[in-house]
């Protein structure tokens, strides 16, 4: 699954310990999302979607 | 949150979790080394020795319930599945080992082995697993 998450970030001029803090998860967590070798939960996926004000199908889409 | 199980930025949870796994791991090892010396030493009944050999066991549940306890109570989900995987590599290896060292001990005229705690082996296993895990997911 592809995610805009590291473009969404950097807009806001976050690092992944700073998004790691706002989700309350490990900075390991939001670098594994990133990288694409780990889907988030979907509670995780709709916290990211309050986090940045967008909704989910505009972070995440399951294109290969 | 930052997450580093094995450079000491723990959360609560994993560190109490550490501290229960570490204290039933010992628990296990006095009362595995006190039921062997027990038995050579006093000659206890039938009884005893069944007994006896029940006790180590109790901490071995510990160290279960204390892992079920954090796979329950973990909220990073990534993290879970680390420690999840690393588990299953730890049963892997105990596996692997144990029946490698039981063949040795079927003859102990030729090899003479020290009896190695599968938990013992188990819990190391773990924590080997995750260090790399981790190392992996940097």
Redo the contacts between chains.
């Keep these: 699954m592809k995610n805009r998450l590291r473009v969404l970030r950097a807009e806001r001029n976050w690092s992944q310990?700073d998004l790691?803090?706002r989700l309350?998860?490990?900075?390991?967590?939001i670098?594994?999302?990133e990288t694409g070798?780990?889907d988030?939960?979907l509670p995780?996926a709709f916290k990211l979607a309050r986090l940045f004000e967008t909704p989910i199908e505009q972070i995440f889409t399951d294109e290969e | 949150?930052?997450?580093?199980l094995c450079n000491r930025q723990l959360s609560p949870l994993q560190r109490r979790t550490m501290q229960l796994f570490g204290a039933n791991l010992a628990l296990t090892a006095v009362l595995s080394l006190g039921a062997h010396d027990l038995v050579k030493d006093l000659h206890p009944s039938a009884f005893l020795i069944y007994f006896t050999a029940l006790l180590p066991t109790i901490p071995v549940i510990g160290i279960v319930a204390t892992v079920g306890r954090y796979l329950a109570r973990e909220?990073?989900?990534?993290?879970r599945?680390?420690v999840v995987q690393s588990l299953l590599w730890a049963l892997g290896i105990t596996f692997v080992v144990d029946t490698y060292l039981g063949g040795l001990f079927a003859h102990p005229q030729i090899f003479r082995l020290i009896p190695i705690l599968n938990i013992d082996l188990f819990c190391v296993s773990v924590g080997v697993a995750v260090r790399i895990q981790?190392w992996r997911?940097?």
């Design positions: 310990a790691a803090d309350q998860v490990s900075r390991q967590s670098n594994a999302i070798r780990f988030p939960s995780l | 949150m930052n997450i580093r909220t990073d989900d990534f993290i599945m680390l981790l997911n940097r």
